[in-house]
């Protein structure tokens, strides 16, 4: 057997693996297995029971979670890993009402449903409520993006020579990335405007690393809100322009513009749609951001395209080499009246 069919045998294999084992954790999340464990390990019949599940049957589902490493086994007790302990409330269904959408998304039959109605009884455009949602997913998973924030900050050298800044965070989220600068830095200061649930995952951010006495948390939508104007030496926009249309995500960027003093900088953390960038990780990020809000990976070209509409000159751009998830810091002045 040539080593070519060898390779195709073993991908053949992968592929097989792959399916059965997102079936398997999928069927986890949505049977309760992984919920039941979060509350203390359990042995085979207790797990059954709490999740009312066959005993034998499950076994064998969790002989394959525990070869992925999902759950860990100790003697007759079965534990929930650490790794996906970490899963917070907008992943605990591992995506699943996103991916069902994936069939409706593929025919082009998505459309924005004006007749939803909100607990107010207010009409609510269902575009507007995958963005929220998406956006509540990537921002609970932000505290995995802190080793690119530190690249970031290290990057665009502050608390070297860039020190005292004024910065504005648009966005904010979780608030890892400006977390990272004011970490750098004892004398900057950052303003941050986002809804108040990503304010509340903000200030713990700041608040763990005991750095609450450097952070302006202003509750506001980020999208709408006017800035002060030319009064802040750097403005974040961390992984918020992907979520927009161009027109959208022009005004955006001009709003990042009017913040500005006429020396500052605009940064802009996203994942680009770049050949050099880790294909996997960039395609499925890339698919589950189109399904979940119709938004889109640009590359770093119709990104440039889009900073120029909104007032900037050429920008620079490379990838965060910390980060597995294929993140590019993007860097932009404003262009020279």
């Not at 070519?4 to 997102?22: G, N, P, V, W």
């Not at 070869?67 to 302990?85: C, M």
């Not at 880790?278 to 900073?307: D, F, N, Y």
Request: glycine share 8%; with cysteine; proline share 3%.
């Amino acid at each position: 057997m040539s080593e070519s069919q060898k390779q195709t045998i073993a991908r053949y294999q992968s592929f097989l693996d792959a399916m059965s084992l997102a079936a398997s954790l999928e069927t986890a999340a949505r049977l309760g297995v992984f919920e039941a464990l979060r509350s203390g390990q359990k042995d085979l019949e207790v797990l059954a029971q709490a999740c009312q599940l066959d005993a034998e049957a499950l076994e064998s589902l969790l002989r394959v979670l525990v070869a992925v490493g999902a759950v860990e086994n100790y003697g007759a007790d079965f534990a929930i890993s650490q790794a996906v302990g970490l899963i917070a409330s907008p992943d605990r269904d591992l995506g699943r009402d996103i991916w069902e959408s994936l069939p409706t998304y593929l025919r082009g039959s998505m459309s924005p449903d004006h007749g939803a109605v909100a607990g107010n009884g207010a009409a609510v455009d269902l575009t507007v409520a995958r963005r929220r949602a998406y956006r509540e997913r990537i921002c609970t998973r932000q505290w995995s993006h802190t080793a690119a924030a530190m690249q970031a900050a290290e990057v665009l050298d502050i608390g070297a020579g860039l020190r005292r800044l004024n910065v504005l965070e648009l966005g904010s989220g979780a608030g890892v990335w400006s977390a990272a600068m004011a970490y750098r830095d004892s004398d900057l200061r950052v303003t941050v405007v986002d809804r108040a649930a990503m304010l509340d995952q903000c200030r713990a951010t700041y608040a763990s690393i005991d750095l609450m006495d450097r952070v302006t948390l202003i509750e506001d939508d980020y999208r709408t809100w006017s800035p002060p104007l030319a009064q802040f030496d750097l403005v974040v926009l961390p992984e918020v322009v992907q979520l927009e249309q161009d027109p959208a995500a022009v005004i955006l960027l001009g709003r990042a513009a009017d913040a500005l003093r006429a020396t500052g900088q605009l940064v802009i953390l996203e994942t680009l749609r770049e050949d050099d960038g880790p294909a996997l990780p960039l395609a499925i990020q890339g698919l589950e951001l189109a399904v979940a809000t119709s938004g889109r990976q640009r590359s770093a070209a119709e990104l440039q395209r889009l900073l120029i509409g909104a007032g900037f000159g050429l920008a620079q751009w490379g990838w965060l080499t910390a980060s597995s998830h294929g993140i590019g810091l993007v860097v932009a002045s404003l262009d020279a009246p």
